[in-house]
């Protein structure tokens, strides 16, 4: 009788339910409940002018906002702007998980694909609540349309992943565990950088808390001296690896960081009825639910 082979991916995916469940713990208890952004591109390491036709992938980035930094310039609020929802957001939250290549550039929109939401609805309440839109109106996909800010990500980035990841459910399960696994926010308030707004902190010892605490460094994009994004690397297995250089990372770029820069809070503009469906999640915790088939 044949023997099947486990899926690539299995011990990740079957692990992923329990991992999500312990969000809230592995969160810091201070977070609020909520109220991978996209515009309408989203530029990963090597820059917007540097894509490439795509004949697979090297590694993965884990792109990480700092919702202050972006909600501080909202001016027009909507009910699908994380920004816009009656508790300020005080943890990172995912713009993407790209896959990219080791001589700089990334693959983008590379299957044409049917985006099926079905397929995500168990994740939704934990999507909204550390992967939402941080701006209003709809996102670029990949054949000329416009959509909500998952199914960017997903048509732009997910389907690149192939065959590492096989669909939506595979690519935003994936990133929510590296997100609950590498715990950005956990690891900074560890080492006592907290969101203080008017504070500054030494660039070198963020990227050291970090390094030190997940074994490889990472890299950081800075908008007017503040953290806009923190992104994490891994390989193909999931495994920690040092983010490279990013090319506006130089000084005078425009990603640049200082040596000393803040995380600024912000004050939300709320739009009415945006709290709705999730105040149930204001002790902090993670729906539970049951894992069934991805082919369902």
């Given at each position: 009788?044949?023997?099947?082979?486990?899926?690539?991916?299995?011990?990740?995916?079957?692990?992923?339910?329990?991992?999500?469940?312990?969000?809230?713990?592995?969160?810091?208890?201070?977070?609020?409940?909520?109220?991978?952004?996209?515009?309408?591109?989203?530029?990963?390491?090597?820059?917007?002018?540097?894509?490439?036709?795509?004949?697979?992938?090297?590694?993965?980035?884990?792109?990480?906002?700092?919702?202050?930094?972006?909600?501080?310039?909202?001016?027009?609020?909507?009910?699908?702007?994380?920004?816009?929802?009656?508790?300020?957001?005080?943890?990172?939250?995912?713009?993407?998980?790209?896959?990219?290549?080791?001589?700089?550039?990334?693959?983008?929109?590379?299957?044409?694909?049917r985006f099926n939401i079905?397929?995500?609805?168990?994740?939704?309440?934990?999507?909204?609540?550390?992967?939402?839109?941080?701006?209003?109106?709809?996102?670029?996909?990949?054949?000329?349309?416009?959509?909500?800010?998952?199914?960017?990500?997903?048509?732009?980035?997910?389907?690149?992943?192939?065959?590492?990841?096989?669909?939506?459910?595979?690519?935003?399960?994936?990133?929510?565990?590296?997100?609950?696994?590498?715990?950005?926010?956990?690891?900074l308030r560890k080492a006592?950088?907290?969101?203080?707004?008017?504070?500054?902190?030494?660039?070198?010892?963020?990227?050291?808390?970090?390094?030190?605490?997940?074994?490889?460094?990472?890299?950081?994009?800075?908008?007017?001296?503040?953290?806009?994004?923190?992104?994490?690397?891994?390989?193909?297995?999931?495994?920690?690896?040092?983010?490279?250089?990013?090319?506006?990372?130089?000084?005078?770029?425009?990603?640049?960081?200082?040596?000393?820069?803040?995380f600024p809070s912000y004050?939300?503009?709320?739009?009415?009825?945006?709290?709705?469906?999730?105040?149930?999640?204001?002790?902090?915790?993670?729906?539970?639910?049951?894992?069934?088939?991805?082919?369902?």
């Open positions: 009788m044949e023997t099947r082979r486990p899926r690539r991916g299995w011990n990740k995916r079957f692990v992923l339910p329990l991992a999500l469940l312990c969000l809230a713990v592995l969160l810091p208890g201070a977070l609020l409940p909520p109220s991978a952004s996209a515009s309408s591109s989203s530029p990963a390491a090597g820059g917007g002018s540097r894509k490439r036709r795509w004949v697979g992938f090297d590694y993965y980035v884990l792109a990480l906002q700092w919702p202050g930094t972006i909600c501080r310039e909202t001016s027009n609020c909507c009910d699908t702007n994380g920004c816009c929802r009656s508790q300020p957001l005080k943890w990172f939250t995912i713009h993407g998980l790209w896959p990219q290549y080791n001589y700089g550039g990334w693959p983008s929109c590379c299957r044409p694909t079905n397929k995500i609805l168990m994740l939704m309440p934990i999507l909204e609540k550390y992967w939402p839109s941080l701006y209003c109106g709809s996102s670029s996909t990949c054949f000329g349309g416009r959509g909500p800010f998952w199914v960017h990500e997903w048509e732009t980035h997910g389907t690149c992943a192939y065959p590492e990841i096989q669909d939506e459910y595979d690519y935003f399960s994936t990133a929510l565990y590296l997100y609950s696994k590498y715990n950005v926010t956990k690891a006592r950088i907290r969101p203080t707004s008017g504070r500054k902190y030494a660039v070198g010892h963020i990227v050291a808390v970090i390094e030190y605490a997940f074994g490889a460094m990472p890299s950081l994009i800075c908008k007017n001296g503040s953290v806009q994004e923190l992104r994490l690397c891994f390989h193909k297995d999931y495994q920690p690896r040092d983010c490279t250089l990013e090319a506006g990372s130089a000084p005078n770029g425009r990603s640049y960081c200082p040596r000393y820069i803040t004050k939300p503009s709320v739009v009415a009825n945006t709290t709705e469906g999730i105040n149930n999640q204001s002790n902090g915790e993670v729906p539970s639910y049951t894992r069934t088939s991805d082919s369902e």
